[in-house]
């Protein structure tokens, strides 16, 4: 690989870094605020303007991933390997990233086993995501940025579409785009957060923006187009929103202009309706031309890409020190506000993230060096 090739993964990789980081922020709201439950979308004349900005800025995480999923994808498929290496590279990838949701991934959020509920979140989304790319890579790529399309554009009118349990179509439709249950026997069920369809949309749409990236582009050809893709996606979401109709629940304006603010960028994530895609790749766009165009000169670029260079080794490592934080600190200091150990304000959940996010840099670090040097073991590269 050449040295342009790993200053140029660099700005993918602190992109990767950021929203690893947000997601962090996220998940210790999750842990140590959680008796100021969040809906989706939120009620905004109810909530705290800096929790609405904390969990709105979340909302960058799983396109964003996913769509670099999709990047990384074309970027691997440039090394000059077949068609069919990179396919089973994907499919045994997304096969793993499903175990490893229903398995490591669960008991950590609910230190339950045997399991009485199996959430099947973001890294089962990405799995069967990949599982799905696996295949579309074999279409032309205009096929594939055409399915990108219709999937994110287009999904939004199956919205009212519901397949009642019991169905033979509840189990597939409740995994591709219907958010719900479904029962396992009488000890077990699932949780489908993340219905897959529109992901699929995403991932196709990151693997073919990945052909940016050919020896045929320059970095500012790419980062122009990359940039004019934002503002056109931003654009949509601003017509769309104003127009209030399709792909996005309605909104109305609020009895402060804060209020209306927050009102009109309250998107909805699951599944992610067309406008939220919109909004979260016009700014993952705009921040990947940004750091491409600094990487190599950047602190805090090579910082950030530390984290991004081993994601699910953070996300399993950061779950894992959520759970013994929450449970010493419920030891210590017992329950309290409702059920839950937790902060008083928002500020307490930037701080204890910007700790954890300094302290988790170093084994972060440690784990990327050695899947550097140690490539013959296979399985890091799962990591």
């Known amino acids: 690989m050449s040295d342009k090739l790993v200053q140029r993964l660099q700005g993918i990789d602190a992109l990767r870094g950021l929203v690893i980081l947000l997601m962090l922020l996220d998940h210790v709201r999750e842990t140590f605020y959680l008796h100021k439950q969040l809906g989706d979308p939120i009620d905004v004349a109810n909530t705290d303007p800096a929790l609405f900005i904390s969990r709105s800025l979340a909302h960058l995480c799983a396109p964003v991933f996913v769509f670099l999923t999709g990047l990384s994808a074309a970027l691997y498929q440039q090394k000059k390997l077949s068609r069919r290496a990179v396919s089973l ?13 229903l398995t490591l ?38 096929a594939i940025v ?51 369809l529109p992901w699929i949309g995403v991932i196709a749409l990151g693997y073919s923006a990945g052909q940016l990236w050919q020896p045929a582009w320059s970095g500012a050809a790419r980062r122009n187009i990359l940039l004019g893709t934002s503002a056109a996606l931003l654009g949509l979401f601003v017509v769309l929103r104003l127009l209030n ?47 491409e165009r600094f990487e190599g000169k950047s602190a805090l670029i090579a910082w950030l890409a530390v984290f991004g260079s081993a994601p699910m080794f953070f996300y399993l490592l950061h779950l894992y020190v959520l759970k ?13 506000q409702g059920d839950w150990f937790g902060f008083d304000a928002v500020w307490q959940l930037w701080l204890c993230t910007l700790v ?14 050695l899947k550097q040097q140690r490539r013959d073991i296979r ?3 799962y990591f």
């Open 379 to 381: 399985w890091l590269k």
């Open 324 to 336: 013994a934080l929450y449970l010493v600190a419920v030891a210590r200091w017992g329950k309290n």
């Open 356 to 369: 954890l996010a300094l302290l988790l840099w170093w084994p972060v670090r440690a784990f990327a060096r």
């Open 146 to 196: 055409t399915l990108g399309v219709v999937l994110v554009a287009g999904h939004n009118l199956l919205d009212n579409l519901h397949a009642a349990p019991g169905s033979p179509w509840h189990l597939p439709w409740a995994i591709l785009h219907d958010r719900g249950w479904i029962e396992i026997g009488d000890s077990l069920r699932m949780r489908t957060s993340y219905p897959v």
């Open 89 to 101: 590279f994907l499919i045994k990838r997304g096969l793993v990233l499903v175990a490893l949701e």
């Open 245 to 291: 109709g399709y792909g996005e629940k309605p909104w109305q304006p609020g009895n402060t202009l804060g209020e209306s603010a927050m009102a009109f960028f309250n998107i909805t994530k699951y599944p992610p309706s067309l406008l939220f895609i919109c909004l979260t790749l016009a700014v993952g766009l705009a921040l990947l031309a940004l750091f």
């Open 105 to 142: 991934v669960n008991f950590a959020w609910t230190f339950s086993f045997p399991p009485e509920v199996l959430y099947l979140q973001v890294i089962w989304a990405i799995g069967l995501s990949m599982l799905a790319l696996g295949a579309l890579l074999w279409l032309p790529l205009w």
